[in-house]
């Protein structure tokens, strides 16, 4: 379906040239979180701001650098937490890599995928859907995926704290 992956693609570069919530965050109260893929070099920079009493992602900021996947995922994934509770996020979080896991399994004959389709249940993933297309390309979901474990890595923190 050419058309539908010709949106997809302007999406993804809409992200890539005009990241959202692209900044820093003072340190504290803000958390800085950062990923690396050592594979391909890209970085993500995450400034995570929680509010402990009402559990929810007050503010969250992106920066870092990388390949167009990476820093698109991660501009989509900082619009799309940003006033979500911290249990919300989570559930964006697994919803998002149940999609590339689904995809990625299809593609390698694994299954249909039906076992991670409950994670999608309920959960709106907007402009995300457009990463749909990486699984075609298995080196690139790490790409795809690096902000999504690096939120869930800087969330982990902030709940040990």
């Known amino acids: 379906m050419p058309g539908l ?3 997809y693609r302007e999406i993804i570069l809409d992200h890539y040239r005009a990241p959202r919530n692209r900044g820093e965050l003072p340190v504290p109260p803000a958390r ?3 990923g ?3 594979l391909c070099g890209d970085e993500v920079v995450l400034y995570l701001d929680l509010d402990a009493a009402s559990g929810e992602v007050r503010d969250l900021r992106i920066g870092g650098q990388g390949c167009s996947i990476s820093q698109a995922s991660m501009s989509m994934m900082s619009a799309e937490v940003k006033g979500k509770s911290v249990d919300g996020a989570r559930r964006l979080i ?6 590339m896991s689904i995809h ?11 076992d991670l389709a ?4 309920g959960v709106r993933l907007g402009d995300l859907e457009a990463l749909q297309g990486v699984v075609k390309f298995p080196v690139r979901i790490k790409c795809a995926t ?3 474990n690096t939120l869930q890595q800087g969330l982990d923190e902030a709940a040990a704290d």
């Open 5 to 7: 992956e010709d949106l």
């Open 32 to 34: 800085k979180v950062e």
């Open 36 to 38: 690396f893929n050592p």
């Open 94 to 99: 697994r919803a998002f890599k149940a999609l």
């Open 104 to 114: 990625e399994s299809k593609l390698e004959g694994d299954g249909d995928g039906a």
């Open 118 to 121: 409950a994670e999608l249940k």
């Open 146 to 148: 690096l902000a999504w």
